[in-house]
């Protein structure tokens, strides 16, 4: 089921042509919500940069997208979709009605909702083995442009598996570390855990800001956000990934350098305990 402009649809035929084109012809905005233990997990954090994203872009915010209005109308989808599991991601699109013109410069919106199941949030320590991905690079402040993302983050999956590893890292084109394919990554040197400056084109931001918050709050640990260069990757002691559909995810190794767990494990420990269930793999 679909959330549709405030209308709810089994069926994707039923909904206006211009709608689903406008979805087809122009760059949507994305925002990805986990909903468990009957929650919308940091739904205000989510909620302020779904409306940052739409003001970045000039599209015009709907009447209904208030914090309490837009949550009563996900828990309803929630409710009508009667999805038999406790763990959910909540899907919200956003994007501009039709093209802009002299006359209509910041025409209205169309927005989608959508759920889907997922798995709890674990911290997996399974072999996950990762390279860069070279071939194309993401631009530096591009914001949360997803077609251009999606483009560059599914070429690197499609890379990795074909040379039969997990992920890769994606670079900028100041050849600087942003994140992996699939979450926002930290390093581990020591008591120091880095991670790239924000950018506007990491993804899970939200998930990582409460990392950077909970790191911050320890004083045996300094975190430091900076631009990386792939040489100080093999310099790490350990190195993860934050991804709000599966969780934390260790790296075992990127080529020849083998990395640990065993800080990561201490490190993320309070972030599994912050309304989120907890598991290790």
Not at 18 to 43: A, C, D, G, T
Not at 176 to 183: A, P, R
Not at 257 to 274: A, C, E, H, V
């Amino acid at each position: 089921m679909f959330l549709i402009n405030g209308e709810y649809y089994n069926d994707l035929g039923k909904v206006p042509i211009s709608v689903i084109k406008s979805f087809l012809n122009h760059n949507y905005i994305e925002e990805v919500i986990r909903f468990e233990n009957s929650n919308l997990i940091y739904w205000e954090q989510h909620y302020f940069q779904l409306m940052a994203s739409m003001r970045i872009f000039r599209m015009e915010i709907p009447p209904t997208f208030t914090p309490e209005l837009l949550s009563k109308m996900i828990f309803k989808l929630i409710s009508k979709c009667k999805i038999n599991t406790d763990f959910l991601l909540v899907f919200i699109k956003a994007v501009k009605s039709f093209e802009v013109d002299k006359k209509n410069i910041i025409p209205e919106s169309n927005y989608m909702i959508n759920i889907e199941a997922c798995e709890s949030l674990v911290h997996s320590i399974n072999d996950y083995v990762i390279d860069l991905y070279k071939d194309f690079r993401l631009c530096k402040n591009s914001f949360n442009i997803n077609n251009e993302k999606n483009s560059i983050f599914s070429l690197g999956k499609v890379f990795a598996f074909e040379n039969n590893i997990d992920d890769c890292i994606i670079l900028n084109f100041e050849s600087n570390v942003v994140c992996s394919c699939f979450g926002s990554i930290f390093f581990v040197y020591d008591n120091i855990i880095k991670t790239p400056k924000e950018t506007g084109v990491d993804i899970n931001n939200v998930y990582k800001k409460q990392l950077i918050g909970l790191i911050k709050k320890n004083k045996n640990l300094m975190l430091l956000e900076e631009d990386i260069s792939p040489f100080q990757i093999q310099k790490a002691d350990e190195v993860f990934i934050v991804n709000l559909k599966y969780g934390i995810q260790n790296i075992s190794s990127y080529r020849k350098k083998q990395f640990s767990y065993k800080k990561t494990k201490n490190i993320i420990r309070g972030f599994f305990n912050l309304n989120l269930g907890f598991q290790e793999n």
